[in-house]
């Protein structure tokens, strides 16, 4: 199992530094779905790698960066549904 979690916390650490490489050379856009899908999927395997090696600070920070790269990809749907609401305004 402990090689199993290691890979998965390896994997988090090469899609978090992909993500941050490709925002850095530009082919990416911050609010790109595959930006935020990259720091999703690379935050989760640090995630399961923290708990299990009971690293708590690492859970934290990555849990959170999983929480804001879930807002990127869910905020054009959230805007979209608050542009609806305003749009429809009775007089």
């Known amino acids: 199992m402990e090689i199993i979690v290691s890979i998965l916390g390896w994997m988090g650490v090469a899609f978090c530094t ?3 490489l490709l925002l850095n050379t530009k082919t990416l ?3 790109s ?3 935020q899908t990259i720091n999703i999927v690379g935050g989760f ?3 399961v790698s923290a708990l299990y090696f009971h690293d708590l600070p690492n ?3 990555n849990s959170i960066w ?7 990809l869910l905020r054009p749907y959230l805007t979209k ?3 609806k ?3 429809v305004k009775p007089n």
Do not use: P
């Open 18 to 20: 992909l993500g941050f």
């Open 29 to 31: 856009n911050f609010d």
């Open 33 to 35: 779905w595959i930006y």
């Open 45 to 47: 395997g640090l995630v």
């Open 59 to 61: 859970i934290t920070s």
């Open 66 to 72: 999983m929480i804001i790269a879930l807002y990127g």
């Open 81 to 83: 549904r608050d542009e």
């Open 85 to 87: 609401k305003e749009v």
